[in-house]
């Protein structure tokens, strides 16, 4: 599966912004979805994740919980990453990740990944 993320750009802080990342393939509902997010000098760290199918699990850093909101649309073999009150420490460039069987938490449990997108928060 090859995936493509877009819709970052320039936010102040306390406001709202969406990313979405597009799959290619048919089979894309079978397939695990997560974001992650890697600024300057640090590692890529998880963000959120959703089941496969109806995404009827979805999972969240303690970080961004409350704030942000994963779904997923089948019909159009889309991810999207809504978010919500955000900070300056969310400026980062944002990943999509695909992978089979359950959500993971670690970068390297994810098989397959979309160019990234950057965010930026001023504060």
């Known amino acids: 599966v090859q995936l493509q993320a877009s819709g970052g750009g320039l936010v102040q802080a306390g406001g709202s912004l969406s990313v979405s990342c597009a799959a290619s393939?048919?089979?894309?509902?079978?397939?695990?979805a997560g974001w992650f997010r890697q600024a300057p000098g640090k590692d890529r760290e998880f963000v959120a994740g959703i089941s496969w199918w109806s995404g009827s699990n979805t999972y969240y850093a303690d970080s961004v919980k409350g704030r942000f909101t994963i779904s997923r649309d089948n019909g159009k073999n889309t991810v999207y990453l809504q978010m919500n009150s955000l900070k300056a420490e969310d400026t980062a460039v944002y990943y999509c990740?695909?992978?089979?069987?359950?959500?993971?938490?670690?970068?390297?449990?994810?098989?397959?990944w979309g160019q990234g997108t950057l965010v930026t928060v001023s504060s």
């Open positions: 393939g048919r089979t894309f509902s079978s397939y695990v």
């Open positions: 990740a695909a992978r089979r069987g359950a959500v993971g938490f670690g970068a390297n449990e994810y098989a397959y």
